[in-house]
């Protein structure tokens, strides 16, 4: 088994190109989606979080209201550190927990991991490979202006609160850049996933041998 972290920027393609690995055979874990999982109530996390951000981040059905949360942190660094202290560690651990459960299952699995904040959150070590999706800037601006509808404003003071995309792309394994067509994106997912799959091949026969 191999796994890959998968990161880029907002609007970078990440999500379009963890959905081509998956289409390809890729095992796809979502660290968001587990974020939205832990963050559900009667969670240590959401309890947490309400405890450090006040009422005004739970909505009428008691639901954390995650575009105000977006909205504060997202403005403010040291309310962003403080959100991702209480979220980061638990994401992680459960994470770690689905790569194991994959590994166990399946020796010769891709195991993809998309996150947003993989590098800011220190997850790297985590992973056999690193893989970047990457586009010009203004290009993230526009793209997630249109699926958000967010001021432009909103948008690059997110982008300013990640790393950016070329020092990302700079601790890659993997690059795909998604600023093309999307078959082109696609003809570069298949290779990296080729690439993955011979990897991911060469550990299980060491394995088997006792290397």
Not at 28 to 43: F, H, Q, V, W
Not at 80 to 108: C, M, S, T, W, Y
Not at 169 to 193: H, P
Request: aromatic fraction near 6%; proline fraction near 3%; charged fraction near 25%.
């Amino acid at each position: 088994m191999i796994s890959a972290g998968l990161t880029g920027g907002i609007g970078s393609g990440k999500s379009t190109a963890a959905a081509l690995f998956a289409s390809l055979g890729a095992v796809s874990i979502n660290a968001d989606e587990i974020g939205r999982d832990l963050m559900k109530p009667g969670t240590v996390v959401y309890d947490r979080i309400v405890s450090g951000f006040g009422p005004a981040v739970v909505d009428a059905n008691g639901q954390l209201d995650r575009a105000k949360l977006a909205d504060i942190v997202f403005h403010d660094l040291d309310k962003l550190k403080h959100l991702n202290a209480i979220v980061h560690a638990p994401v992680l651990r459960e994470i770690d927990r689905l790569v194991q459960l994959q590994r166990a299952k399946n020796p010769q699995a891709v195991v993809l991991v998309e996150s947003a904040v993989l590098f800011e959150a220190g997850q790297e070590r985590r992973f056999d490979k690193i893989i970047v999706a990457w586009c010009h800037p203004e290009q993230q601006v526009e793209r997630y202006v249109a699926r958000s509808h967010l001021p432009d404003a909103d948008v690059r003071a997110r982008m300013a609160a990640q790393m950016p995309g070329d020092e990302k792309k700079s601790r890659a394994d993997f690059f795909i850049d998604t600023s093309g067509s999307l078959a082109d994106t696609e003809r570069q997912v298949q290779e990296v996933f080729a690439k993955l799959q011979a990897l991911a091949s060469q550990t299980t026969k060491k394995a088997a041998i006792g290397d």
